[in-house]
Nanobody, 125 residues
Framework: VQLQASGGGLVQAGGSLRLSCAAS????????VAWFRQTPGKEREFVAA????????YFADSVKGRFTISRDNAKNTAYLQMNSLKPEDTAIYFC???????????????????WGQGTLVTVSS
């Protein structure tokens, strides 16, 4: 499956952005989908994940209550709605997909087979 992330940009602290991850090539509904983020010099960090069925969702503690993840399998697209953004949310955001991922691995980047190219989110203070 090929993934294309979009929707990043510059936003003020407290603002919102919605990222999209468009999938093509295979049956998107067969994949768990996740968002990770990365800043220079740091490892890729788990943000949120959603299983094939769309329920339940999983979040990093740092974004819980502010971010939501969803998917529209009919449109082969996953979304990350980011509200109440903080400067520390500034990063390149990547979407990822995997088949057959188990719950204990859902927050680990190396268990995802497919990655989008990343989209930059910058939150100004």
């Amino acid at each position: 499956v090929q993934l294309q992330a979009s929707g990043g940009g510059l936003v003020q602290a407290g603002g919102s952005l919605r990222l999209s991850c468009a999938a093509s090539g295979r049956t998107f509904s067969a994949y768990a989908v996740a968002w990770f983020r990365q800043t220079p010099g740091k490892e890729r960090e788990f943000v949120a994940a959603l299983r094939r069925s769309g329920d339940p969702s999983y979040f990093a503690d740092s974004v819980k209550g502010r971010f939501t993840i969803s998917r529209d399998n009919a449109k082969n697209t996953a979304y990350l709605q980011m509200n109440s953004l903080k400067p520390e949310d500034t990063a390149i955001y990547f979407c990822a997909a995997a088949q057959g991922i188990i719950l204990s691995s859902i927050r680990t980047p190396r268990h995802y087979n497919y990655w989008g190219q990343g989209t930059l989110v910058t939150v100004s203070s």
